[in-house]
Nanobody, 116 residues
Framework: QVQLVESGGGLVQPGGSLRLSCAAS????????MGWYRQTPGKERELVAV???????NYADSVKGRFTISRDNSKNTIYLQMNSLKPEDTAVYYC??????????WGRGTQVTVSS
């Protein structure tokens, strides 16, 4: 089993930046990808960005050009650099691990609030 610890959320003004981190520990074998999702009250959790074990990435259209997902294999950590933040980016952001067999592990989430 993988344990995920997220950090880096907080309050930022529109146009500002934040960097989220997700450190993974435990069973890291057969992981297909790691990524970030977000959720606001009353809405389904949505994909923000994902990085595959081969290094390729996918982004939601709403964050392309503003967010960057990356990883540090030596630290078993992924990052989400968020620039040009907008109020509509306000959400709880969840780190996710997806195994090759389809199994998923979720972090507890970190709140990001974009407001003046």
């Amino acid at each position: 089993q993988v344990q995920l610890v997220e950090s880096g959320g907080g309050l930022v003004q529109p146009g500002g930046s934040l960097r989220l981190s997700c450190a993974a520990s435990g069973n890291l074998f057969r992981i297909n990808n790691m990524g970030w999702y977000r959720q606001t009250p009353g809405k389904e959790r949505e994909l923000v960005a994902v990085i595959f074990n081969v290094g390729s990435t996918n982004y939601a259209d709403s964050v392309k050009g503003r967010f960057t997902i990356s990883r540090d294999n030596s630290k078993n950590t992924i990052y989400l650099q968020m620039n040009s933040l907008k109020p509509e980016d306000t959400a709880v952001y969840y780190c996710n691990v997806r195994y090759s067999n389809g199994g998923r592990i979720w972090g507890r989430g970190t709140q990001v609030t974009v407001s003046s």
